[in-house]
């Protein structure tokens, strides 16, 4: 089994900036892909970012250029950073990972509050 757990999660004000982090513990040998999802109240959760083992990327329309994801294999960690907040960034963020060896399994983290807001 994997666990993800995340952190950095915080209040900020439009136009700063903010990292999260994720950390994976257990069965870290089988983790493929890693992720970031967000959901905000009353919205479907939606794919963020993600980065395969070999450091390929992805990001969505909306963070395009304002989220930078990151991941160090040697510590399990995925980070993503983010620039330029604004208030519809406001969500609850997840962290991802898909099993290398099926991606039908895939383990979530809690979850960390993002806040932007004056």
């Known amino acids: 089994q994997v666990q993800l757990v995340e952190s950095g999660g915080g209040l900020v004000q439009p136009g700063e900036s903010l990292r999260v982090s994720c950390a994976a513990s257990?069965?870290?040998?089988?983790?493929?892909?890693m992720g970031w999802f967000r959901q905000a109240p009353g919205k479907q959760r939606e794919l963020v970012a993600s980065?395969?083992?070999?450091?390929?990327?992805y990001y969505s329309d909306s963070v395009k250029g304002r989220f930078t994801i990151s991941r160090d294999n040697a510590k399990n960690t995925v980070h993503l950073q983010m620039n330029s907040l604004s208030p519809e960034d406001t969500a609850v963020y997840y962290c991802?990972?898909?099993?290398?060896?099926?991606?039908?399994?895939?383990?979530w983290g809690q979850g960390t509050q993002v806040t932007v807001s004056t």
């Open positions: 257990g069965s870290v040998a089988v983790i493929g892909a």
């Open positions: 991802n990972a898909i099993n290398l060896f099926s991606s039908r399994i895939n383990y």
């Open positions: 980065i395969t083992r070999g450091g390929n990327t």
